[in-house]
């Protein structure tokens, strides 16, 4: 998705309407938008898990719903945007539903499993067409390509196993990369002192008895 077209997702989203029936899904698209969690992972998110003090999220060593695909330990850093997300929905649940362990749950505390109606049906609200959930983290992706961080950074953010994976999906959004570096070399190159070797040829007498003078150096 372009900048304008998240916007439009966004905005969507906060219709009356929307926040009436999913009060939880402009929440969703802003934490997928600024973390490029999986969707699975948002929605088996709970607040054990959540540092708002150190703006983290983590994940569990384990292959369960708590952890990640790969089954490692992994960790998400939370911008401002993410952490605000984060803080709706921690009101939400002081109002609601105090003791519930969810991120995204329902005014009862029950854990919000199924998002596809509500997502689908806010896209079609901003005139998107072919736009899913996973969209969102694709976006994230792509967004921080375009602003010019590495792959291999970006790889770390999305948590691939293997940077390829990264760049085989991204790298093409920046087509310019590699002459933008090779352009490198085209700027003024600074001043390098060069070394000459002077041998002094005299013919003197010392000279010949010597025969071994070393060259002198001479800058």
Known sequence: MTQEEA???????????????????????????????????MLWLEWRRVDLQGA??????????TGQKNGKPGRVPLNQEAREAILTRARFRATHCL????????????????IMKGFIGCASDAGLEDVHPHDLRRTFGSWLVQAGVGIERVSALL????????????????????????????????DRPVVHLHI????????????????????
């Not at 926040?19 to 997928?32: A, Q």
């Not at 983290?56 to 719903?65: C, G, N, S, V």
């Not at 390829?164 to 920046?174: G, P, S």
């Not at 013919?203 to 150096?217: F, Q, R, T, V, Y």
Request: aromatic residues 8%.
């Open 7 to 41: 916007a439009r997702l966004l905005e969507a989203a906060q219709t009356q309407r929307r926040m009436w029936r999913y009060p939880w899904l402009y929440d969703f698209i802003r934490l997928g938008l600024n973390t490029g969690m999986r969707p699975g992972e």
């Open 99 to 114: 003791d519930s362990p969810w991120v995204f749950c329902r005014r009862d505390g029950s854990r919000i499993a199924r």
């Open 200 to 219: 002094d040829l005299h013919a003197g007498s010392e000279a010949g008895k010597s025969g071994n003078k070393k060259p002198a150096l001479a800058g």
């Open 159 to 190: 948590r691939h196993g293997d940077v390829a994976i990264t760049a085989r999906v991204y790298a093409h959004l920046r087509p310019d990369d590699l002459a933008s570096a090779t352009a490198i070399l085209d700027r003024p190159k600074p």
């Open 56 to 65: 983290l999220i983590t994940f569990e060593a384990t292959r369960t719903k």
